[in-house]
């Protein structure tokens, strides 16, 4: 063999090469590329669905939490009217009075306080819940189909940045 027939270039199978990569091309993106493109859109259209309903859980319990605060308020006002009153009726049923309505207004507050923590509890939990039902349909879902290491390393940068927004907002 001489060397000049090892380096040469056929032309014609470059030709046929490039028609059938073309060929390839055009079947993989009829057949592969759009229904694809349609599964992982739908995907995260349901995703943003589910975050947009946490939202709205964590705006409730915001508010749950604001409307207990005005009953704290209300509590501290009613207290310091009963302080008032005790104070005026006289010296020696002063301490009885005041003392029955720190107790009361104690009460209140600890009462308010456990009902606060509690909504603040619930919200918590029920947005931990959701992550979970989000991560577990995700993760069934990307483990049905399979991934190039790009897209499963960039998916799962997105899936965390997106964790620490929704942390960072608390």
Known sequence: MQTSEIISVNIWQIVVSLLNLLILF?????????????????????????????????????ESERELTEKLNIAHITADEIVKEATAQGERRKDNIVGEARAEADAIIRQARIAAELEKKKAQEEIKTQIVEVSSALTEKLIEREMKVEDHHRLIDSFISEMEEVNDDR
Do not use: H, M, T
Not at 28 to 36: D, G, H
Not at 54 to 62: F, I, M, P, V
């Open 26 to 62: 055009l079947i993989i993106k009829k057949f592969l590329f759009k229904p694809v493109s349609n599964v992982i859109r739908s995907r995260g259209e349901k995703v943003d669905a589910q975050y947009a309903d946490a939202e709205r859980a964590l705006s409730s319990a915001k």
